[in-house]
């Protein structure tokens, strides 16, 4: 596994990582106890050095699952853990809470289901831009940073305005959507990520599962899938379309639709990491394996890859 280095920090972490949330159940539907726990076995015994999670997931059984195998495994040093906080579940409706004391407990409940005396990074679930232009944020931020519970801190991001502020107020990481049918959050932060020195971690590679390319047009999700109402049938079928019409694209090592996702967002180099999702033990291998090879896209397919998207109706 590759290495790189998160922004200015001069961490070193693996370029491929995992995201948990299909892991949790609460996403993509129902996953068992032992089928969670032997994908994250899969992806750390490929060579997985980030695990990338938040403290809601499974209301948090994740963060416990997670620490319980690497406490079992005695990985716990090798591992750079990432988890995002600021969604309280313990009322009757979700609500976001970023108050300080909420933070500071948070992060105090996060390392105690983590098994661990730190988090690598904290990292703020989703924030508005209100919450981010407050002091107090930031101030919070800062103490868990300066305590020790925090090495790094940072927020996921869905807007350009969230992550110029998240920049200015000196984050050390962002985790933002990327992927070949959705590039413009990180291409118009391209240039405050770039003077700012900011790591970044990806998530979605895969657009919600369309570009690892396990199912077709007449994909229908169940209720507790969250495409069942993010998507229409009408979306779900332009959606396969335009993954069709990258297919050409697969050529010599490029073997599959996760390759060429899992290399696309690995050649943007100011991509610290990325951390794709996994439900099974061989999607984990699977995607540990993406990026066996360099470069990541050749140069030809880069230059025409631009004109392959627009061809495809693809805006980004």
Known sequence: MRTRTLGSSGIQVGELGLGTWSLSGDGYGPVTPDDARATLHAALDEGVGLIETADCYAEGNTE??????????????????STRVGIDRTGEMARKRFEPEYLQRACEASIQRLQTDRVDALVLHNPGVTTLLRPETWNALRALKKSGLARLVGVSIGSVECGEVAVTQGADLLVIPYNLFFTKLLHQLSAAISSSRVAVIVR????????????????????????????????????????????????????????LALRYVLSN??????????????????????????PYLPDEEMKSLGQTLANAGIAG
């Open 204 to 259: 979605s590679p895969f657009a919600y599962g369309v570009l690892a390319d396990t199912w077709g047009a007449s994909r229908r999700f169940r209720d507790e899938d969250h495409r069942m109402y993010r998507w229409s049938a009408a979306d779900i079928a332009r959606r396969v379309r335009q993954r069709e019409a990258l297919r050409p694209m697969l050529k010599g090592d490029i073997a599959t639709m996760r390759d």
């Open 269 to 294: 180099g100011l991509v610290s990491a990325v951390v794709p999702g996994a439900r099974t033990p061989d999607h984990a291998r699977q995607n540990a394996r993406c990026a066996a090879t360099t």
């Open 64 to 81: 416990r699952m997670i620490g319980d195998v690497l406490r079992a495994r005695g990985d716990r040093d090798r591992v750079f853990l």
